[in-house]
């Protein structure tokens, strides 16, 4: 989520006041190098162990979350720890203070130094709405910027980096072709991901159509626990639903009449977002 563009309403029930408790996910993945992490409602994370180095997808949004996913599955030592950050959106990387004091490789998108440089705010704001919960993050910057599609060689894995803006513009998905699996990040999402703005459902629709275009089997988003690559081709058809209802005339209110069972504060916001980018668009 994020929660920069969130107005205080939107944020209050959505960010909790403590950190969830993390645990493992054992279902979905059937390749042990693949490890799952869930903290509650909230994120989910993930380390790829690969012969040559441990790869950890999102750190979640404290430090002390991403210390109960490392004592839950501890990096090993003799390797080096590669972190790579799908969007700068805080649940998914306040948790890097982690590794502050430690040696690893920070990878994110090149338009993810931007997102940061402006986000002190955010962290203050956040840490007062809940009782200081984000009191030691430290912000940071990437050690690497990606602008194209980029391919880490594990040696057994290859793990292919695939930017894929929309939801932000600094949107990085994960791809392991040989397990024809893919982290989607926050590209997809039940019932629909959130547009970052009213231009960005463009580039949402072509990165979720770059990921479709994979043919993975186990697609699993940032959030909502799926493993089933249908999202892809559901998060396209309410999009192109949406488009349909509102070139008919369907107002935002019209929509929303019809809300689907999910996460309904969350959905609403997602809608407007949605319904505003159709409607700039045509
Ligand atoms: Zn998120």
Known sequence: MNAQQSTPDQLEGLVPSSD????????????SRVEWFRAGEEVDSFIIRTNRFDLVVDTMGTPEMFAQVA????LRQSLPTIVVTTHADYDHYWGNAYFASTKYLWIASEHTPAR?????????????????????????????????????DGGDLQIHLLPTPGH????????????????????????????WDSHSLRSLRASLKILHGLDATVVIPSHGGTTDPAILTDNLEILSEIETRVASGESLD?????????????????????????????
């Open 20 to 31: 969830p408790e993390v645990t493992v996910v054992r279902t979905g993945i059937t390749d």
């Open 71 to 74: 004592t839950l599955a501890p």
């Open 116 to 152: 940061v440089n402006g986000q002190q705010v955010e962290l203050n704001q956040m840490n007062r709405a809940t009782d200081g919960r984000f009191g030691s993050v430290v912000l940071g910057e990437p050690h690497i910027g990606i602008s194209t599609a980029t391919v880490l």
């Open 168 to 195: 932000t513009p600094d949107h990085l998905a994960v791809h392991i072709p040989q397990l024809r699996l893919i982290l989607a990040g926050d590209t997809a999402e039940r019932p629909l991901p959130e547009l």
């Open 254 to 282: 019209d929509l929303a009449r019809h809300p689907l069972p999910q996460k309904q504060a969350f959905y609403s916001h997602c809608l407007q977002r949605a319904v505003t980018a159709v409607q700039e668009e045509s």
